[in-house]
Every structure is written in structure tokens, then in C-alpha cells.
């Protein structure tokens, strides 16, 4: 069993910059990939970007966050990170990570097989 646990959002002025932490617990979390997700009000959830578990770290990125986001993770802190720059309010959305057992960096979320309860970013115009 995983448990994960996201930190770091808040409220910020369009063009500023957060970063997201996701802390696993569990030995496994270097062989998992991590994902970040989000979901706006009265919006499906969407993928964000997601690492793979070795060999590289291959990433994925939603089209609408490509060069603004970058995904990455510390495999000896059980911890994967999302710096999220440029920041528009269309990013507001409360995010979620996900950890995926096969360890690919997979853009469907039920290819996840744990969830965080997730952290709110809201940006302001």
C-alpha cells in the first residue's frame, strides 16, 4: 500500500511560479511512476505530466502545460515534484499526484493505481 501526500499549493498572481510535493510512504516508490493530475470545478479530472520509475525518468506533458511545467522526482526522499511556472488562471484546479505500479509515465488516470487527496491552486488574473 501507498499513501501520498501533496503540499505546496496556494493562491498566486498569474505569471508567478508554485511547486507541488508529493511525499510517498512505502519502500516501492522507486519502481512507481507518479503522475500529476488536476480537476476544475464542474471539469473532468485531466492529466497534468507524469515520470517514469527508472531508466531515464521519461516524461509526459499535457500540450497545455508543455514548457511552463516540469515533473520530476527524488527517488531517496520518496518524493516526486511538479514546478509549475507562468502560472495562467485557466492552471486553477485542485491537483492531485497518482502512483502507477508499472512504472510507465502514462497519461490515463486509471492506469493509477494510488491517489493523494490533492492541493488547491488557484490563480489569480
Known amino acids: 500500500q501507498v499513501q501520498l501526500v501533496e503540499s505546496g499549493g496556494g493562491l498566486v498572481q498569474a505569471g508567478g511560479s508554485l511547486r507541488l510535493s508529493c511525499e510517498a510512504s512505502g519502500r516501492a516508490f522507486s519502481t512507481y511512476a507518479m503522475g500529476w493530475f488536476r480537476q476544475a470545478p464542474g471539469k473532468e479530472r485531466e492529466f497534468v505530466a507524469a515520470i517514469s520509475w527508472g531508466g531515464g525518468f521519461n516524461t509526459n506533458y499535457a500540450d497545455s502545460v508543455k514548457g511552463r511545467f516540469t515533473i520530476s522526482r527524488d527517488n531517496a526522499k520518496n518524493t516526486a515534484y511538479l514546478q509549475m511556472n507562468s502560472l495562467k488562471p485557466e492552471d486553477t484546479a485542485f491537483y492531485y499526484c497518482?502512483?502507477?505500479?508499472?512504472?510507465?509515465?502514462?497519461?490515463?488516470?486509471?492506469?493509477?493505481?494510488?491517489w493523494g487527496q490533492g492541493t488547491q491552486v488557484t490563480v489569480s488574473s
Open positions: 497518482a502512483a502507477d505500479r508499472l512504472g510507465m509515465a502514462s497519461m490515463q488516470p486509471n492506469q493509477y493505481d494510488y
